[in-house]
Nanobody, 119 residues
Framework: EVQLQASGGGLVQAGGSLRLSCVAS????????IAWFRRAPGKEREGISI????????YYRDSVKGRFTISGDFAKDTVYLQMNSLKPGDTALYYC????????????WGQGTQVTVSS
């Protein structure tokens, strides 16, 4: 069965750090772009960051630039999101998704991991 699972969330104080992991099973990240999304209560889903397994190109939403870093260990079908200087506004359900490079839409979506940042 194809699965995409995020983990590493938790409760952290403002200014703290967390590292989220996204692991694929049933498929590999080869030739895929992997993205992190988040959805806060009462808000729409927003894309946070994307990394390409082809060339390692990365993109970030402006609100997380300089604080979050996406990286991949594609041999292990794993993508990370290092989150530093966390703010209460970062509180959300974080989940990952994967799409083939050069194609529209995402093939796979994970269930997500909760990140809560206290003041």
């Amino acid at each position: 069965e194809v699965q995409l699972q995020a983990s590493g969330g938790g409760l952290v104080q403002a200014g703290g750090s967390l590292r989220l992991s996204c692991v694929a099973s049933g498929f590999t990240f080869d030739e895929y772009a992997i993205a992190w999304f988040r959805r806060a209560p009462g808000k729409e889903r927003e894309g946070i960051s994307i990394i390409s397994s082809v060339d390692g190109t990365t993109y970030y939403r402006d609100s997380v630039k300089g604080r979050f870093t996406i990286s991949g260990d594609f041999a292990k079908d794993t993508v990370y999101l290092q989150m530093n200087s966390l703010k209460p506004g970062d509180t959300a359900l974080y989940y990952c998704a994967a799409r083939p490079v050069g194609r529209l839409g995402y093939d796979y979506w994970g269930q997500g991991t909760q990140v809560t940042v206290s003041s």
